[in-house]
């Protein structure tokens, strides 16, 4: 009972100290006086440098096989047209060069019988350029929209075609977010449901376009089939690449959500403190990790820098309180001079 009434003068006493400086805006800046500091048990710690493999939270979507089925099946069809209108070519030509030597030997066929069989060869051959077309069309619309290593196992029917058609293996198009890169795709990746669920990710290759509504750079990856994911299922991706990239880790702790923005309090002078936005995008088990060079107010993470750990939530309050104060203290003001 003590320690919530203390945190309450806490609240009371640093939402006062903070309407005292003029113009102050919504969570940005807070002032907070030693004895709410100490009565509220607000603790800060210096962020520490920390080097981690570079690594990016991208989008998952699992895809529908169906139209890559589809596209594999309709490939095998123009090549089985194909090889037939090759068949038919190669008798025509037989056919014709038989012709042809019978009617240059005493004419021992009519010149009918041998105009025939050159027309014969002729539509053949027309034939076999018609179904040689329609099969490089299926081939290239498979590169297209499945990118060359789906493109490839759609033409032979290779792995993993035959899982998809079995429903033992999805495909999963994972986009990564618009600026961000990795210098080499990664073999394996690391997949959570909304619920919670994780999955083990394979490449199978890059995407030929960006996945709809994602600027981002796409690739594909190979899940095993779970009846509880089912197609269209968004997943979070945490993809790992090569190198390491410096940063600075914030603790869980010190993190506080308003209009689902991540917020950290950052320490400037003694007992005054400012809201900084923190990118939620590279979570880490103890926190969240903000790489160095960070663009927009995360800039102003550094190593060396305090942060509020302990008591986040009630400078926070404070933060909240302050501007509405100042303006109560401005009305009166107004009523004063009238």
Known sequence: ??????????????????????????????????????AGGIRTVALQAVRRAARVAAFGTILDPGPLITLSARIAAARARLEAAQAATALAHSEQARAVD???????????AYQAAQSHLLVAQATQASAQVGLDEALARA?????????????????PLPQLERGIQQIVEVSLPLGQALRA???????????????KLRLLGPAPRAAAGVAGPSLYYLMAAQDSVP???PLQVALVGQGNVTGVLVPAAAVVWHDGQALVFRQGSPGH??????????????????AEGAEGAAAALRPGQRIVVG?????????RAAPSTTKTRAAKAEDDDD
Request: proline residues 5%.
């Open 1 to 38: 009972m003590l320690r919530t009434f203390l945190q309450w003068a806490a609240l009371a006493v640093a939402a006062m100290a903070g309407a005292g400086s003029a113009g102050a805006q919504p969570l940005a800046r807070v002032g907070v006086d030693a004895h709410a500091i100490a």
């Open 231 to 233: 197609i269209g299922t």
């Open 311 to 319: 008591g986040a939530a009630l400078v926070f309050s404070a933060s």
């Open 185 to 199: 795709a990664p073999g394996a990746a690391q997949a959570s449901t909304p619920d919670g669920q994780r999955m």
């Open 102 to 112: 019978l009617y240059r030997t005493e004419h021992n066929i009519s010149q009918a």
């Open 273 to 290: 403190f400012s809201a900084i936005a923190v990118p939620t995008s590279t979570p880490d088990g103890r926190g969240y990790f903000v």
């Open 143 to 159: 590169r297209a929209d499945w990118g060359a290593r789906l493109a490839t196992a759609a033409a032979r029917g290779a792995a």
